[in-house]
């Protein structure tokens, strides 16, 4: 995106989102363009956009934890700038939802995470996110009918490692973690394994360790995309406990803490739980700001660096 173009751009933000914004606008030099947002008495949404996006690229930033709130404002905002002359209106979500349900595991079910994408397809012409939660889908195309980038954060999560924790081991939740483990890894300069899990239900994960004996002078830390009940971190730290590690340090890309999992993290022994601002919380000390508007303005750029990722 060159400098003239960003003149033709808007940031707007979903609610609760203005800082994340205000960050991406300022690092991107563009506009951020200020919404209204208020209910009426009986529950339902006002939007206003306070300025002209005729003619220019709006881009909505919000992520999308605890979604039901958020989707409404979201389509309806997305309508508002298109009704008003936007040229393009594309979504920043750093964190995207409705990834779990991919199939139908039981009869009956509802397959959500296609349905949400349907719904944010028809309103929105283009999506970066992330880090999604993908398993059965090989990558948001194969949901999404709109373009749709999902950058990753290992590189960063390897930076901050590497400047903050001495001698770090970096753990991975399970098997299917290991390609990105190696990359936090690799930019940590850290040996890495990872952990054999079995998921019985929302809150009950089996989890065990491989004998880490050779590697008992460095620091556990434990990565992973999310966390969500954060019964994974919990039962992983016990099994270190168990093998006298050293306190480990818990790090993941979204902080999306439901209950009281954080408390439970550090009730279990974690000396320090570290998120990036994919979604705000105190526990944000990994910022993505930069990497989110290197993927607005230069996409073949990010999208050949994620190849090289593999």
């Known amino acids: 995106m060159s400098n003239d173009h960003n003149s033709l751009v808007s940031i707007l933000a979903l609610p609760g989102a203005a800082p994340l914004a205000a960050r991406l606008a300022h690092t991107m030099q563009v506009e951020a363009g200020a919404v209204a947002y208020r209910d009426f008495p009986d529950a339902e949404s006002y939007i206003r956009i306070d300025g002209d996006v005729a003619g220019r690229d709006v ?4 992520s999308l934890d605890r979604p039901n709130d958020k989707l409404l404002p979201l389509v309806f905002l997305a309508d508002v700038a298109r009704d008003l002359g936007a040229r393009r209106v594309g979504l920043v979500a750093p964190y995207l939802a409705y990834m779990r349900q991919d199939t139908r595991f039981h009869a009956g ?6 349905s949400f994408a349907s719904v944010l397809s ?5 999506l970066i996110t992330v880090d999604p939660h993908l398993h059965r889908f090989a990558s948001l195309q194969d949901v999404y009918s709109i373009p749709a980038m999902a950058i990753h954060a290992s590189v960063e999560l390897g930076r901050w490692i590497a400047e903050h924790v001495p001698a770090p081991l970096i753990i991975g939740p399970d098997e299917e973690s290991r390609q990105w483990v190696d990359v936090i890894a690799a930019t940590a300069s850290a040996p890495s394994t ?12 089996v989890e065990s360790i491989p004998n880490l004996e050779g590697h008992r002078s460095r620091t556990p830390v434990l990565v992973d995309d999310i966390i969500s009940t954060g019964e994974t971190m919990v039962a992983a730290i016990r099994h270190l406990r168990e093998q006298a590690t050293k306190e480990p340090v818990c790090v993941a890309v979204h902080a999306v803490f439901a209950g009281d999992a954080e408390r439970a993290i550090t009730d279990a022994g974690s000396s320090r ?3 990036t601002n ?5 526990s944000n000390a990994i910022d993505l700001v930069p990497l989110l508007a290197d993927a ?11 190849d090289d990722r593999g």
């Open 59 to 62: 881009v909505i930033v919000g």
């Open 109 to 114: 079910e509802a397959i959500t995470s296609r």
């Open 122 to 126: 028809a309103h929105i012409d283009w």
């Open 194 to 205: 990872v952990l054999s899990k079995v998921r019985r239900g929302d809150t009950d994960v």
């Open 273 to 275: 739980i570290v998120t």
């Open 278 to 282: 994919t979604i705000l919380h105190s």
């Open 296 to 306: 607005i303005q230069n996409p073949s750029g990010a999208r050949r660096r994620l």
